[in-house]
């Protein structure tokens, strides 16, 4: 990986840099780094572009600050205005996978003279629902839902940074298309669901015997050495901060992406899976009016750009070159 630094924000961020031409900026998702993108980088920079991809901020390379509530969607969206300053570059085309995708979105969103065209992964674009969203979320007397395990400091970290290998070996292939067909019942494992509130997010996943065709053992390794290095917590943070970000939001309600806009997905993507969400996919034209036709990668799970990477990167440069 093309790695190096640059002071963004009042933060060390490591980024991967290559290529020349019009940027595209590369955003990763929970619990990925910059290396997420080791395919796309290598083909977008082939067909003249120039392709960044940073750690955001508390991820792998790049500092993390100490407060939770500089994890918000707005500082995000801060840190990658500050990045394209850092780089002098004016604009670019803003992608994204999970977190990745939300930050994308809102980027867009609020700065379309600075992202002049997106692409996400995975998450959709979707309006403010009435309600702060863990409000939302669903629990019983003996699981809760990953986004509100995830709300209590040092719960989840200390779950997952007991074995980091052995961490991103179960939620990586639990969430992967090569672990099931997803249908209802058929039993395919989902580290994104209920979380047993006696046992955590991670004692109920398979352990593979084998890792998915997709990642070998020295991407692991590089997966392994990024969270060793920068821990769990920085991406947790992104999560405690769902109900600040929907405050925020409010401010900017019923503005609309005007940009041109590209949505892809897994046909096993795990959040495909929610209730309703196949009717968000349907409605975003009326928030994303230059949408394209989304994109439903058959066989495929919540790592696009890792489990399909010719797909996705030949899916990006179409519309690239179509802007």
Not at 21 to 44: D, K, M, N
Not at 79 to 108: C, F, P, R, S, Y
Not at 253 to 270: F, H, I, M, N, T
Request: hydrophobic fraction near 45%; proline fraction near 8%; include cysteine.
């Amino acid at each position: 990986m093309p790695y190096r630094f640059v002071e963004v924000n009042g933060l060390r961020m490591r980024i991967a840099d290559q290529g020349q031409g019009p940027l595209v900026l590369l955003c990763h998702g929970f619990p990925e780094t910059a290396y997420s993108w080791r395919h796309q980088i290598a083909a977008l920079a082939a067909a003249n572009y120039r392709v960044v991809a940073p750690d955001l901020r508390g991820f792998g390379g790049t500092e993390g600050p100490a407060d939770v509530g500089q994890y918000s969607i707005l500082h995000l969206v801060a840190d990658m205005v500050g990045l394209l300053d850092a780089l002098g570059e004016e604009k670019a085309v803003i992608v994204g996978n999970d977190w990745g995708a939300t930050l994308a979105w809102q980027a867009a969103l609020l700065r379309p003279d600075r992202f002049h065209a997106v692409a996400a992964f995975g998450v959709p674009m979707m309006g403010q629902p009435p309600v702060p969203p863990t409000r939302i979320f669903p629990q019983t007397d003996d699981a809760l839902f990953y986004t509100l395990y995830f709300q209590q400091p040092d719960l989840a970290e200390a779950e997952f940074e007991r074995d980091v290998g052995l961490t991103l070996r179960k939620i990586l292939s639990a969430a992967s298309g090569d672990a099931g067909a997803r249908r209802e019942g058929d039993g395919t494992p989902n580290p994104f669901a209920m979380v047993s509130r006696d046992r955590g997010l991670l004692a109920p996943l398979p352990t593979p015997d084998a890792l998915p065709s997709w990642l070998s053992e020295a991407d692991l390794d590089a997966y392994v050495g990024d969270f060793q290095a920068s821990g769990f917590r920085g991406g947790l943070n992104l999560y405690r901060n769902l109900d600040r970000n929907w405050e925020m939001q409010h401010a900017f309600s019923g503005l609309k992406v005007a940009v041109p806009a590209l949505y892809l997905v897994g046909e096993r993507d795990v959040g495909l899976q929610i209730p309703g969400m196949r009717d968000i996919i349907a409605a975003m034209p009326a928030l994303v009016p230059q949408l394209r036709q989304p994109i439903y990668l058959e066989g495929c799970g919540h790592w696009p750009s890792q489990e399909r990477p010719v797909l996705v990167s030949d899916a990006l440069l179409s519309f690239l070159r179509a802007l």
